[in-house]
């Protein structure tokens, strides 16, 4: 593995930290404002975070019918997708939720085999098993204490991976006709658009109005840092190395979601945190090297 790959692995994990730590302060303001309204804050917020920074560094747009693969994939991903996300999370646990979308590196896997974007082999398919199962073993305590009918947002969150992994396949060509920001913010903002017109037709942003500091930090820290940080990384990391690479170290995500909500929200935490961060650790050493 060279500088490059190593490079973008170890900014997809803080991606993914990052990110699993937005799904525990979800988990911790969905019950005050719906789905769609907290996806309009989230990407509303970040858009306007990423979109200075994009224009004094002169980032490289995307041009021609790229404008049309680039509004597709950001609707697709931070208004869809996390919709459903939200929406998951208002049904089961943060370590539940989490666990569902820490199969993304294994639809990954498949969805990139499929198209052919990027080969399956064995050591690859072997490192994406052992970091999911990991996970699995990570949060084995708090999926034991996961809400009456989480099933629900199990399968929602099963869904939205799917989405999140044809995001990930896709956005590469994209990408490297442009520029890393160039397309994060144009994505962003078409996602963030369409969050804004469904969340304004709804009425979503009269809850708002009742929000108090806890609520507004929470929101506030969803946008930096798992807005605007974490999926500047993404890009960054997607940028560097194979989608089932990067998203492989989805498996941090539940890790970092139930640390942070059996702070935030009390859910439990079990001794097996440390044997399953070790499998995960392992499963993602293993799928991003190879064999001597």
């Not at 990139?112 to 098993?129: D, I, M, W």
């Not at 909500?261 to 392992?282: D, H, I, K, Y």
Request: hydrophobic content about 60%; aromatic content about 10%; proline content about 3%.
């Amino acid at each position: 593995m060279d500088a490059r790959e190593r490079n973008g692995i170890v900014a997809a994990l803080v991606s993914s930290a990052l990110g699993g730590s937005a799904g525990a302060l979800t988990r911790y303001v969905i019950g005050a404002i719906d789905p769609v309204t907290l996806a309009a804050f989230r990407f509303g917020i970040a858009f306007l975070l990423v979109l200075p920074v994009a224009l004094v560094v002169r980032a490289a747009w995307p041009r021609g019918k790229d404008w049309y693969g680039v509004a597709a994939l950001g609707v697709l991903f931070f208004c869809i997708f996390f919709v459903l996300y939200n929406t998951a999370l208002a049904y089961t646990s943060a370590a539940h939720g989490s666990l569902a979308l820490s199969t993304l590196p294994v639809t990954t896997m498949l969805v990139g085999a499929l198209l052919g974007v990027e080969a399956l082999t064995p050591r690859k398919t072997t490192g994406v098993l052992i970091a999911t199962a990991g996970a699995a073993m990570a949060l084995a305590t708090g999926l034991a204490d996961a809400p009456a009918g989480a099933w629900r947002g199990d399968l929602i969150m099963m869904g939205a991976t799917l989405i999140m992994a044809l995001y990930s396949v896709w956005s590469r060509a994209l990408i490297a006709r442009s520029s890393r920001l160039g397309f994060l913010v144009a994505g962003m903002g078409f996602g963030a658009a369409a969050s804004v017109a469904v969340a304004l037709h709804a009425g979503g942003f009269v809850a708002a109005q009742h929000f108090g500091l806890a609520q507004w930090s929470a929101v506030t820290a969803i946008a930096a840092l798992g807005g605007a940080a974490s999926f500047y990384l993404w890009v960054y990391a997607l940028e560097r190395t194979t989608p089932t690479r990067v998203t492989n170290t989805m498996t941090v995500n539940p890790i970092s979601a139930s640390v942070l909500a059996s702070v935030l929200l009390g859910e439990p935490l079990g001794f097996n945190l440390a044997l399953g961060v070790l499998a995960v650790g392992a499963g993602i050493w293993i799928a991003s090297t190879r064999a001597r």
